[in-house]
């Protein structure tokens, strides 16, 4: 049994996305939309016992984009043939079965799984992962600051596996080939690094777990946005409803905001935020907001203070704003 899963859990699979995306006309409720989910289940010795590969039809994005072509190798014609989102996704689930401890490598795709499940109103029913990349770092790279891309770390690991690169299926097999060595080392780790790596997987299922939004905005200055009320809100992250400020929205730096906020139910929520610009001129704002720990609250409450002691002319700074003020052709106090 992989000593990081959580209670008595049957199965551990493997999985690793496909994505496409349109850098020219991105769909801000699925920025990035899976074409292939390919994935492994493991059994207690970390033999891979089943494997799981399909192709999904794309709705949105049905151009390939060239970097993401160049790297898989798939065409538009491959994925034609694919199935639509929704099957392969019931499939997967049920194929997983109850009681599956999910692992990826790197923080990336459960975010996306979580999103196109959202967009294509599937039930969601899995717990965030184990980022087996993270573990990796912590105990054979000696940091959790430490990351290695898949195929560094199997070269590292000096493990051959005779798979093409880059397909879904097979980058699950390769992290499912690691998994034996990476939890050799963390059950080599000494007593407190292991705490600390526990308390860093624990913290990243509930980042994993974050409401995602990005909202395009009528607004070319950070400054309008901010002030924007409707557009500041923060909802819940477990159920949804308003919240009340704790902290409110400040710049933490280099334009990235933070904030907390109290559901009376469920506690404080942490927001960070920052904005990006489209190709209108308009900034879209991206938010992630998740549930507090004692020691985030008592950190961004610090830095709030910090904040406020920092003179106001140091705070704020412009983003790309002549280009987007010519675009736009939008005065300052519009
Ligand atoms: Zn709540």
Redesign the pocket.
Known sequence: MFSLSSGACRHLIVFDLEWNQSSYNPNHRMPHEIIEIGACRVDRDYHVVDTFSRLIQPRLYKRLDKHIKKVTGMTEEELAGGQPFDCVFADFIAWCGGDAQLVTWGRDDFPVLRRNAAFHQCPMPFEPPIDAQLVFGSACLGSLAQQMNLHAAMEHQNIVLEVPAHRAVYDAQCTAALLASIDKAVLAMPEDRRAQLHATIEKEARIASSVLLSLPTRHVYQTDALADERLMNIA?P??G?RTAFDTPWFDSGREKYMALSR?P??GMALGQMHFKRAQSGALVMHQRVYAASEQEIDDVRERYRLYQLTPPRKRHHRLNMEDAVAKMGAKPNE
């Open positions: 819940c477990k159920c409803r559901c139910q469920h």
